[in-house]
């Protein structure tokens, strides 16, 4: 057990003109289960970036132990998996390799396949089992549940239950409750360290946003109060300073004695404004420190159309296949108000039978759409989002206002509107394809893995966003209670 310190730690991006984090300090422990959360483009894989030395920064990272990154970068998926191992850990001990990854429930005879015949969950449990067969080393998971599917995420989560030592970034509510002790977040002012899992932690900042907010309301009053005091206040020393100048009497010594009084009250009165100036001033303070670390999920809104049929989607007996492989038989009836979440292990052909849906893919058995069915979709692809999101809303034919204010209310900065969209994060490329699908008036949203690189504030949106407006939805989706929240229906495809 040793501690991990960092202090004062400060980092922009070359020609940014924003620092990433400014003068950050904390501690955690070598043995903790840390969960990382922070909104999209807040800097969590900078900062794991920053722990693995590949940035300058200003500031200290003191520790004892080596860090290590997942997921490792693969330059040649074509090698056989060993030979990728070798590359990216040649001192391994291939016998704590084949225990790791027979706690994760994967046969070794994977490690003599091309990496790339592997499919994403045994990749990622490769990638993991080279991870832990590391000895004292402190280990950096990335977002390890991408394009896992659930029984995959269940395995993995408890894998991960017994280990320990660790920074796991993963936007999972439910994945995180099972497998951490600590939460370490990234606020829009500072980083901190919680006891506890993700529940724990959502539960404290619940409540002290409600105490800021309460303690802001508070201060707003006090605040309007001070000011209409400083006005009056103002206004009396005004009128007696007029009085003191224009004063004059037949009577000298009358006249100086009450000059003197007037100028003693003048004065007192001055003294005064001044003192409830600096009990506003102290006041402002005190409001501007708060609600400054309270993260805004501003209400989305979405505009779907009922279609006058009530059957919007029928398949029957629907057959997908690629080559020689045949992918089981899909019966499917969307109605009016479904919310139809497809659910089964990769590969077994959830993402196909949406693309049959959409006459992407060639399938036997019948597949009809209510006429003049309008479909937004969402792919899990964005590698094809390049340029500006004028040139993408443009080319989309929406609303370029109502886009980008959808994309405000997701978080987004003015700032990042004129970046190019290759340059943005993974969850900030999701949230594009995400607010172009809210900006079209459908009578069936089809979304497939939308979630993926999704951050916590904006899942909870988006549940808020189905629950009210209550769309039409074909989904296939793996976080847990995103789907137990919004589903109408789960189809299992075996």
């Not at 959502?202 to 400083?230: M, T, V, Y």
Request: charged share 30%.
């Amino acid at each position: 057990m040793s501690l991990i310190s960092v202090n004062h730690l400060t980092f922009y991006y070359e020609g940014s003109f924003d620092n990433v984090f400014e003068d950050v300090s904390f501690q955690i422990d070598s043995d903790w289960r840390l969960g990382f959360v922070a909104r999209n483009g807040r800097g969590k894989t900078t900062f794991l970036n920053l722990l693995m030395g590949k940035y300058e920064y200003r500031g200290s990272i003191t520790a004892s132990e080596k860090f290590d990154y997942f997921p490792f970068e693969v330059e040649d998926a074509s090698k056989n998996t060993l030979e990728i191992v070798d590359g990216i850990f040649p001192d391994n001990e291939f016998w704590k390799i084949c225990r790791e990854l027979t706690l994760l429930q994967v046969d070794a005879e994977v490690l003599y396949r091309p990496f790339e015949t592997l499919s994403f969950g045994e990749q990622t449990k490769v990638m993991l089992a080279v991870l832990f067969s590391m000895e004292e080393h402190f280990l950096l998971i990335d977002e390890p549940t991408n394009h896992l599917d659930a029984p995959a995420r269940e395995l993995v989560r408890d894998y991960l239950k017994q280990k320990k030592g660790f920074i796991l970034v993963s936007h999972d509510r439910d994945f995180l409750d099972q497998c951490i002790d600590h939460v370490l977040v990234i606020n829009k002012t500072n980083i901190e360290v919680f006891q506890g899992n993700f529940s724990t932690w959502w539960e404290n900042k619940n409540r002290r946003d409600a105490f800021e907010l309460a303690e802001n309301e508070k201060l707003k009053k006090e605040i309007g109060r001070l000011e209409a005091s400083a006005r009056r206040t103002a206004d009396w020393a005004k009128d007696i300073e007029a009085s003191k100048i224009g004063k004059r009497s037949d009577k000298i010594e009358w006249a100086i004695d009450s000059r003197a009084y007037i100028g003693e009250k003048s004065r007192r009165m001055s003294q005064r404004r001044k003192n409830l100036e600096r009990r506003q001033t102290r006041a402002i303070e005190e409001k501007s420190a708060l609600l400054h670390n309270i993260e805004s999920a501003e209400v989305l809104k979405l505009f779907p159309q009922r279609h006058h049929k009530e059957v919007l989607v029928k398949m029957e007996d629907v057959r997908i296949s690629y080559g020689s492989k045949m992918l089981p038989a899909v019966n499917l009836e969307i109605r009016n108000g479904d919310r139809v979440v497809l659910q089964g292990a990769n590969g077994c052909g959830k993402s196909s039978v949406i693309k049959a849906l959409l006459q992407a893919v060639s399938y036997t058995g019948t597949a009809n759409t209510a006429s003049g069915l309008i479909i937004s979709y969402v792919s899990q692809d964005t590698s094809h989002l390049n340029g500006t999101l004028a040139e993408y809303a443009e080319a989309q034919g929406i609303d370029l206002t109502v886009f980008l204010a959808l994309l405000r209310k997701l978080d987004f900065s003015r700032a990042q509107f004129e970046k190019k969209m290759e340059d943005y994060s993974g969850g900030q490329k999701k949230k594009v394809l995400l607010a172009a699908s809210l900006c079209k008036q459908a009578h069936l949203y089809i979304w497939d893995e939308p979630l993926n690189f999704i951050d916590v504030f904006s899942r909870m949106q988006l549940e808020s966003l189905i629950l009210e407006f209550k769309p039409t939805m074909l989904l296939v989706e793996h976080d847990k209670t995103f789907v137990e929240k919004v589903a109408t229906k789960n189809l299992l495809i075996t």
